[in-house]
């Protein structure tokens, strides 16, 4: 398995307060990802890094930011949690994509947080 | 951005009968297509991959998938579903100049005795 570690894997808190969840990889992988789920949606896109200190936004990124000062470090913060930010978050990792052998993402063990 | 689209939410299976998940993807000149697992209250684990090359791939654990890029489809089969194929599914694509992969809503495969 590749080593990824996402900390907490369960949180519950209070609306209105920040939230910081953590990736750790152990792989060197260039591209880091917080996608989050839930049902009926699939996995969506919040925030991905192509290298540290580089971030960009994906299709669901309102509310969170992220910032990656450490190749193997990837943090995602709710900066004040709401009742729709409860779900079950991802990080995935990625060497590469552009059609090589080792073209895939993995994933995280997951952190469920609730906010109450 | 690439969408995807999975047909069926969700596919109730008998042990030993074939399975198949559907998977439509919005067009683009070269994409790179994914198929993932995940088991209750576990992360995704990688079945297969189409990259380049032979239409017909094979996975992990019997899996199967075929492109088909004029019906920009990416179907998953297995000849024969186990009761621990009980999982979720996720169909996923990403664009050859892009690094971000566009997941399906999933579908849900239960295999019952």
């Known amino acids: 398995d590749a080593g990824i570690t996402q900390s907490p894997r369960h949180k519950v808190t209070e609306t209105g307060t920040p939230v910081t969840l953590r990736c750790h990889q152990t792989?060197?992988?260039?591209?880091m990802y917080w996608y989050r789920q839930d049902p009926g949606h699939g996995l969506r896109l919040i925030h991905y890094?192509?290298?540290?200190?580089?971030?960009d936004k994906g299709e669901v990124s309102d509310g969170y930011s992220v910032s990656r000062s450490k190749t193997e470090d990837f943090l995602l913060t709710l900066e004040s949690a709401t009742s729709s930010q409860t779900s079950v978050y991802f990080c995935?990792?990625?060497?590469?994509f552009g059609g090589g052998a080792n073209t895939e993402a993995f994933f995280g063990q997951g952190t469920r947080l609730t906010v109450v | 951005a690439q969408s995807v689209t999975q047909l069926d939410s969700q596919v109730p299976v008998f042990e030993e009968a074939p399975v198949e998940l559907r998977c439509n993807y919005s067009?683009?000149?070269?994409?790179?297509l994914f198929w993932y697992v995940q088991y209750p209250n576990q992360g995704l684990q990688l079945l297969l991959k189409?990259?380049?090359?032979?239409?017909l791939v094979k996975g992990i654990n019997g899996f199967e998938a075929e492109f088909n890029k004029s019906q920009t489809s990416f179907h998953l089969r297995k000849p024969s579903v186990h009761i621990s194929d009980t999982a979720e599914y996720f169909c996923?694509?990403?664009?050859?100049?892009?690094?971000?992969?566009?997941f399906g809503a999933g579908t849900t495969v239960t295999v019952r005795a």
């Open positions: 067009s683009s000149v070269s994409v790179y």
């Open positions: 996923a694509v990403s664009d050859a100049n892009d690094y971000k992969l566009s």
């Open positions: 189409y990259l380049s090359g032979s239409t």
């Open positions: 995935a990792i990625s060497e590469r």
């Open positions: 890094s192509y290298g540290v200190k580089d971030t």
């Open positions: 792989e060197n992988h260039r591209y």
